[in-house]
Nanobody, 118 residues
Framework: QVQVVESGGDLVQAGGSLRLSCTAS???????????MGWYRQAPGKQRELVAG???????TYAEPVKGRFTISRDNAKKQVYLQMNNLKPEDAAVYYC?????????WGQGTQVTVSS
């Protein structure tokens, strides 16, 4: 069973930056490379939403609120996905999760908390 572990969340001031990492286990590198991967977030009282995705060919997609500020990337050999977040805003505060996209989701990890102070 594939498991993911997210890390890198922290408390930052508005305008600051963070880099989140996600590491998958229970899958080979070639198997991992097959899956489109995404970063999701869930703020208190809100539904989990997809904020960024990276596909097998490394093309990317972003939710409108994060376009131009967030960058998703992947390293298939390391079975990792990253999310570089710049110019953070208070509304970006949430628990961030990674998982495959356009797939039957793997087990959800604990996520990593991002807190943005204004």
């Amino acid at each position: 069973q594939v498991q993911v572990v997210e890390s890198g969340g922290d408390l930052v001031q508005a305008g600051g930056s963070l880099r989140l990492s996600c590491t998958a286990s229970g899958i080979t590198g070639s198997g991992f490379s097959f899956y489109p991967m995404g970063w999701y977030r869930q703020a208190p009282g809100k539904q989990r939403e997809l904020v960024a995705g990276v596909f097998r060919d490394s093309s990317t997609t972003y939710a409108e609120p994060v376009k131009g500020r967030f960058t998703i990337s992947r390293d298939n050999a390391k079975k990792q996905v990253y999310l570089q977040m710049n110019n953070l805003k208070p509304e970006d505060a949430a628990v961030y999760y990674c998982n495959c996209i356009r797939c039957t989701p793997w087990s959800w990890g604990q996520g990593t908390q991002v807190t943005v102070s204004s």
